[in-house]
Each structure stands twice: as structure tokens, then as C-alpha cells.
């Protein structure tokens, strides 16, 4: 992945990299057009970035770095929620690890019960 960000940073103006960094930096917050305004560049060479695959695929490695980078804490954030009780979190957490299959029953006329399954487990997913 290294080799695939570096390829496709390489393809990219510096001005291009800065509007990257900043898109995908969650300490990073401002409108559009102060980005422009920082970068140096008008919305309209903004928004045709935005329709370049090379950008685009590099603001997603950003992001991607910045999400991994953050893995451990939230990991601990959700373990901590569970720890004091919170159902959501613990249903998340068991979702996460895939032991948790949600159970819907409806009664009217004739009962239904709905299985929720992860993807992985669906026989109608190609």
C-alpha cells in the first residue's frame, strides 16, 4: 500500500498533496473555500480535483492512515462502553466479532422470524 500511495502522490502537484493532507485530516477543520483560500487554488480547480482518481485515491490512503491510527483507541473507547454497561456498544462489540445474529420476531396471523447475519454468512451475497 506504501508503494500505492507513493505512486499516486507522485502524480499529484504539492498543491494537490496540501488539499489532500487537509481533506483528510481530522484535526483539519474548515469550509471548501477556505481550503481554496489556504491552497491557493479557485473551487473550481477544487472541484475538478475531486474528479480526479488520482486525488481522490490519494485523499483515501490519507484517511485510511489516519483511521489506522486511531484503531487502538477507539478499540478501547468501545471496550470501556462495555465495560459499564452500555447495550449498544456491547452489541456492537459482538457484532465486530461476528457472534452476534439478531433475532426479529413478529406476531400477527402467522409468526416470522428474520435472521440478521453478516455478510460473510448470507447464501444470496455474490
Known amino acids: 500500500m506504501a508503494s500505492e500511495q507513493k505512486c ?4 499529484l502537484t504539492k ?9 483528510a485530516n481530522p484535526d483539519v477543520s474548515c469550509t471548501k473555500t477556505q481550503l481554496c483560500k489556504t491552497v491557493g487554488v479557485s473551487r473550481t ?3 475538478k480535483w475531486l474528479k480526479n482518481s488520482a486525488f481522490i485515491s490519494y ?3 490519507l484517511i485510511d492512515t489516519y483511521t489506522d491510527a486511531e484503531l487502538g483507541s477507539v478499540w478501547k473507547a468501545l471496550i470501556h462502553r462495555c465495560v459499564i454497561g452500555d447495550v449498544q456498544a456491547i452489541k456492537l462489540y459482538f457484532e465486530l466479532k461476528g457472534k452476534y445474529k439478531q433475532q426479529i420476531e413478529h406476531s400477527t396471523d402467522t409468526d416470522f422470524v428474520f435472521n440478521i447475519l453478516p455478510a460473510s454468512e448470507r447464501t444470496d451475497v455474490e
Open 8 to 11: 499516486t502522490n507522485s502524480k
Open 15 to 23: 498543491k494537490q498533496r496540501e488539499a489532500a493532507e487537509m481533506l
Open 45 to 47: 480547480v477544487f472541484y
Open 59 to 61: 485523499v483515501n490512503s
